[in-house]
């Protein structure tokens, strides 16, 4: 269980913060997406929860004891994809897989292989497009076999095409592995595909809706239930962006 309890981010020279008594759970194994305005602290939310950025206030718990990134496996996505601009794709990948402790080699190829890189695996990230150094980040958490995977848009740099290979991948190595994950995405179709529950963040960081979503995993689910689910969905965050515009 993830546990987040009225935690607060500040950014020095801000006069308010950004996320202000964030309090929410999610349960082992459980995939949260956030969404919500460009703005309003799921970037800032996912690197509170990374352990990146300290919080001004209050506490993130993983199964019981406080987050520790020392001793948590957390695989991360950031934004800027984060790969060591020195080691080549293959050495990214395994490196961050040893430092958990799993070897990852004989997964890496056929990993990447899925993920349409199996060919860019000795190049430096230099040489690569931000859609493959996208995916390269994605190989990488993903060999680590996090028990926590914080994903920050993880799939924006990629063609719709691609996208949907990278997200169907994504959702299946997730769902074998168990781990806890939240993925932040600007894209509602997204959110309803890999998430159990989709949070929309509004004012000051704070959910203005949380959502389970009966159709996680489901690829093209249609009929009227869908239908009304996801228009509610969309307005809530039309209604979040308002809200921030006018705060
Ligand atoms: N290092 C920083 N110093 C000061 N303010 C910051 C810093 N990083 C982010 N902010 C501010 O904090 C707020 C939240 O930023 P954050 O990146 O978390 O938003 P976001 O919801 O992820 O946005 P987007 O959807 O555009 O990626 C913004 O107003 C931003 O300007």
Redesign the pocket.
């Given at each position: 269980m993830l546990e987040v309890e009225n935690l607060t981010?500040r950014?020095?020279?801000?006069s308010r913060p950004?996320?202000d008594g964030l309090s929410f759970s999610l349960g082992e194994g459980g995939l949260l997406a956030?969404l919500?305005?460009?703005?309003?602290?799921?970037?800032?939310?996912?690197?509170l929860l990374a352990g990146v950025?300290p919080p001004a206030g209050g506490s993130v718990r993983f199964c019981g004891a406080p987050l520790s990134p020392r001793d948590t496996a957390i695989g991360l996505i950031p934004?800027s994809y984060g790969l060591l601009p020195w080691k080549t794709v293959r050495e990214n990948c395994l490196f961050c897989a040893r430092l958990r402790g799993a070897s990852g080699e004989r997964e890496l190829d056929a990993l990447c292989a899925r993920l349409g890189i199996g060919g860019l695996l000795d190049r430096h990230p230099r040489e690569l497009s931000g859609g493959q150094a996208q995916r390269a980040a994605l190989a990488r958490a993903l060999l680590m076999k996090p028990r926590l995977l914080l994903m920050?848009?993880p799939f924006a740099a990629l063609d719709a095409a691609a996208a949907d290979r990278a997200r169907r991948l994504c959702f299946e190595l997730w769902r074998d592995s168990g781990a806890t994950a939240v993925v932040?995405t600007?894209r509602p179709e997204e959110a309803l595909y890999l998430a159990g529950q989709i949070a929309v963040?509004g004012k000051r960081?704070r959910f203005a809706r949380l959502l389970e979503n009966p159709w996680q995993g489901l690829p093209e689910p249609g009929g009227p239930d869908f239908e009304a689910f996801s228009h509610e969905l969309r307005r809530e965050i039309l209604l979040a962006a308002g809200e921030e515009a006018a705060s």
């Open positions: 981010a950014y020095p020279r801000a950004v996320i956030l919500g305005p460009s703005g309003c602290g799921k970037t800032t939310l996912v690197n950025l934004q920050d848009e932040v600007h963040m960081g």
